[in-house]
């Protein structure tokens, strides 16, 4: 007997319904090939690795909805009238996918929503407008009465229209009364303006905007950078939410302001000396401070004044964990991956070298010091447990090749089975299970085993569209990892541990 849909049916939500069977059907699992036998006629039995795709899948859940076709399914779907959705929701996917004539629709059929378009509904306490993409939209919304300037509510700094959009459509919203505050003009490189406000009121130059930035932190060009200086801003004035100074902001995408400001004598570090590919400023750390090439994007390393605090820029501008050598790395700057590995000790060389993927280093390394791992500091340890979060695979298996502990605890106090299992890279989880970690250890932030944060990784995780959880799952469970009482997870997760279950009860 075939299943009814869903009041409103999802064909995306399908579609993963049909990849999530897929990944199932391909480790063999008895049911999932039973409702290919179902649900395929003709493949059944046969169905292998090989032979199973996408639209055999797809054709069984049309199936199962009584369906005679993917495409029958998918058109039935696309007919059913919108009003089979809720308002709101169609409101908010209207937004989301820029689709400005139904937007103006539902607000038209739905007037009450109107009053809630200044409200912060959006990311970080925004409002709508401020997450407007087109001209188009932005036009909706103010027919409907949002208010050009509003700002989000964010605690630490409030961001409006003109702090994040393009170019194009800040001119365009200008021209519909948008209000160019100091820190607007510094983003958009409007100089005129901008040299007109702070005439006006001099104490604009250090005024907090948006995260508690400065105008200087959104500074698009030297000339903006120096008039600024020039009136007496504070050049390493640090925002609200990521105690960041400007130059930390500009290093991935303003270098040439960031090196305007080192002329200028800003606070540097070594990650940016290393990003700006400054062979001398690289020196000069390593000379004033030779532990500094110790230094990796951490809260260890940065720590918060603030507990309520976002953490450093760099996790977002360099990545999270990252080095002055990978730094080095990233902007192409070989010359200072050579300087800082010559100026390295040898458990650092090692650490880069697993960073880095090099085996044949690694392999060096251990050949002439075989206890290299067991003169790590605790701090140097977790980074195993780091590489599994920022879901390194090749980072892992070699400082697991190296003697970095398989229980070493990183965010939240996981391990790295914990990441490999959110992450559902079925591959790392291997690598790891191959050196006995401890299945039932709970974080200290979500109290999940492994096997639990895979389940939710299935569903909520980062790589929730791409990871092989069904095949993560399966590896936890058959190197003897215990099922939760409560279950949920993706339908391929779902199908695993009924597998597992009727296996064991058998």
């Known amino acids: 007997m075939s299943k009814s849909l869903p009041a409103r049916p999802n064909l995306e939500q399908l579609k993963k319904q049909a990849k999530e069977l897929l990944s199932a059907a391909k480790l063999g699992e008895p049911s999932a090939l039973k409702r290919f036998t179902e649900g395929r006629p003709g493949l059944g039995n046969g169905l292998t690795l090989r032979t199973a795709k996408l639209g055999d899948a797809q054709q069984v859940i049309a199936r199962k909805y009584g369906f005679a076709s993917w495409t029958k399914l998918k058109e039935h779907i696309e007919s059913l009238p919108i009003e089979t959705e809720n308002p709101l929701q169609q409101l908010v996917g209207a937004f989301h996918n820029n689709d400005a004539p139904r937007f103006r629709e539902l607000l038209q059929g739905h007037p009450e929503f109107k009053a ?199 996790q977002w501008t360099l990545g999270w964990h990252v080095s002055p050598h990978e730094v080095a790395r990233q902007f192409g700057h070989s010359e200072i991956v050579h300087l800082l590995r010559e100026r390295s000790p040898a458990d650092v060389q090692l650490l880069t070298a697993c960073w880095a993927g090099d085996g044949t280093e690694v392999q060096s390394l251990i050949a002439g010091s075989p206890g290299l791992a067991s003169t790590l500091s605790e701090g140097n340890r977790r980074q195993i447990a780091d590489a599994a979060r920022n879901n390194h695979t090749t980072a892992v298996r070699l400082m697991l090749l190296a003697g970095l502990p398989v229980n070493a605890l990183g965010q939240h106090r996981a391990t790295p089975l914990h990441w490999a299992a959110f992450h559902g890279n079925v591959e790392m989880a291997r690598e790891i299970l191959r050196y006995q970690p401890p299945l039932e250890l709970t974080d200290s932030d979500f109290h999940g085993t492994p096997l639990g944060w895979a389940i939710h990784g299935s569903e909520h995780g980062w790589h929730r569209r791409t990871g092989d959880y069904a095949g993560t799952v399966e590896a936890l469970l058959q190197a003897g990892a215990k099922t939760p009482e409560k279950r949920g997870g993706s339908e391929a997760v779902q199908l695993v541990l009924q597998r597992h279950d009727n296996f064991r009860d058998s």
């Open 116 to 314: 809630k378009l200044n409200e912060p509904i959006g990311p970080f306490d925004s409002p709508a407008i401020t997450n407007v993409s087109s001209r188009e939209m932005l036009d909706v919304l103010l027919e409907a009465g949002a208010d050009i300037n509003a700002k989000s509510r964010w605690w630490a700094g409030g961001f409006g229209l003109l702090h994040n959009a393009s170019p194009e459509l800040a001119a365009y919203a200008i021209q519909r009364g948008a209000n160019v505050d100091a820190h607007a003009a510094a983003r958009l490189g409007l100089f005129e303006r901008l040299r007109e406000l702070v005439a006006a009121d001099p104490t604009l130059v250090n005024a907090p905007g948006g995260d508690g930035q400065t105008p200087l932190h959104f500074a698009s060009t030297v000339q903006i950078a120096e008039f600024l200086l020039d009136h007496g801003a504070n050049i390493d004035a640090r925002d609200v939410d990521h105690e960041s100074t400007p130059a930390q902001y500009m290093i991935r995408d303003r270098q040439e302001i960031v090196r305007f400001l080192v002329q200028r004598g800003c606070r540097t570090d070594i990650l940016m000396a290393a990003a700006l590919g400054d062979a001398a400023l690289v020196r000069q750390h390593l000379g004033s401070d030779p532990e500094c090439v110790r230094l990796r994007v951490t809260d260890e390393f940065f720590p918060k004044a603030n507990p309520k605090s976002g953490g450093t820029i760099y």
